[in-house]
């Protein structure tokens, strides 16, 4: 049984290593910095990142991202997405070509607005073997073994299926689908909806508010994602509707967190320097901003959070906004068959 490695080690990276290894796989883990390495070879635990979960001995942990990609079956990417590049540029010349590269990071690359497996084939090249992991997995949860489902998607069936069979275990549950668009625009766009779940609840609004953010968020989230090429009923799936179920609803969700510390009237910049963690939500919105403009769709709950993330505009008021706007019907495309005058 060949390794996987692990490329960041974050909460997430932290959590997959600790499944992976549990379930009796060699796993190689990367940290960037050397002190890094050392501390957590010596502690065995991520104390900075994922407190609480101990990270078992056959997890090696290493400063040098040859040593850890060295012999792997699969690479997975679990950094910011803001990294994902610079780290594909760091492993091009040494990664043999029919290494699968998971990656797991949830968001756009700012100035292309590329999905993060796009950016993987740009530096890669688009025939490496590319496979994309989402779903409502917070690592806190993966961390204690909860039972936990996720999904991973690539192009070729047998990419899918070879990552599959690697992740599962009896804690963590692995479905295949064939959308890569829809797989990650899901996992991508939830936490711009985390985040104005979040703010919603700090500004003590209720069950109703917080139920039609979701629903309506998700209708945005699937407007978006189909027209750049997914598919509709992907978004019904785990790493559509589960995934904001999970972000839009947990306490462990730092978009969401973010979000109840803005609705409570504190500003970006004070909650982003409070926190060691990355906020995907936030850089998320600026992407999506371009990215509604460029697919010609609504996006009004986006919007609004793109204002008061970046046009200082008071989150009450983007609420009476978006309750004030222009009347519309439910459901686009009628799909019963009707006798009223619809
Ligand atoms: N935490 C979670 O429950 C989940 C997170 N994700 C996604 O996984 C990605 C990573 O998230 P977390 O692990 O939670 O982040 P984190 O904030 O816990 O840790 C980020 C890690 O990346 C490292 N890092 C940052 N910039 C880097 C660079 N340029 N080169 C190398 N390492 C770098 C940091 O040192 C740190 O170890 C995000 O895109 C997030 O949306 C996905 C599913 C679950
Ligand atoms: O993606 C996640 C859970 O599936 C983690 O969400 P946060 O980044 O908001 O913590």
Request: aromatic share 4%.
């Amino acid at each position: 049984m060949r390794k996987i490695s692990i490329l960041g080690a974050g909460g997430w990276g932290t959590a997959l290593a600790t499944s992976f290894a549990k379930n009796g796989r060699k796993v190689s883990l990367w940290t960037r910095t050397e002190e890094s390495a050392k501390n957590l070879n010596k502690v065995r635990e991520n104390i900075k990142y994922l407190p609480g979960a101990i990270i078992p001995a056959n997890v090696e942990i290493t400063s040098s991202i040859d040593k850890c990609i060295a012999e792997s079956e699969i690479v997975v990417i679990v950094t910011p997405s803001s990294a994902v590049r610079v780290i594909c540029e760091k492993i091009k010349n040494t990664i043999p070509k029919e290494t699968i590269i998971v990656t797991a990071s949830k968001g756009f690359e700012q100035n292309s607005l590329l999905r993060m497996s796009e950016v993987i084939q740009d530096v890669l090249g688009e025939n490496h073997p590319v496979a994309v992991l989402s779903g409502p997995n917070h690592a806190e949860e993966v961390g204690k073994d909860i039972p936990t489902a996720t999904v991973v998607a690539a192009k070729q069936k047998e990419v899918a299926e070879a990552v599959q069979d690697a992740f599962m275990g009896p804690k963590l549950r692995v479905y295949t689908n064939p959308d890569v668009v829809g797989v990650e625009t899901g996992g991508a766009l939830k936490n711009i909806i985390a985040l104005g779940a979040g703010i919603s609840d700090g500004l003590e609004f209720g069950d109703n508010t917080k139920s039609a953010l979701l629903t309506r968020g998700l209708t945005e989230i699937a407007r978006l994602g189909v027209a750049m090429g997914g598919e509709k009923m992907t978004f019904a799936g785990l790493s559509g509707i589960g995934d904001l179920v999970a972000t839009c609803t947990s306490q462990h969700s730092r978009n969401w967190r973010a979000g109840n510390l803005l609705g409570q009237g504190k500003s970006l910049e004070e909650i982003l320097s409070e926190t060691n963690m990355v906020v995907e939500g936030v850089k998320t919105a600026k992407s999506v901003n371009h990215l509604a403009e460029k697919y010609g769709v609504e996006m009004p709950i986006s919007k609004q959070i793109y204002k008061v993330l970046f046009e200082d505009k008071d989150p009450k008021e983007a609420v009476t906004d978006l309750m004030l706007r222009g009347k519309t019907k439910e459901i686009e495309e009628v799909v019963m068959p009707q006798d009223g005058n619809w």
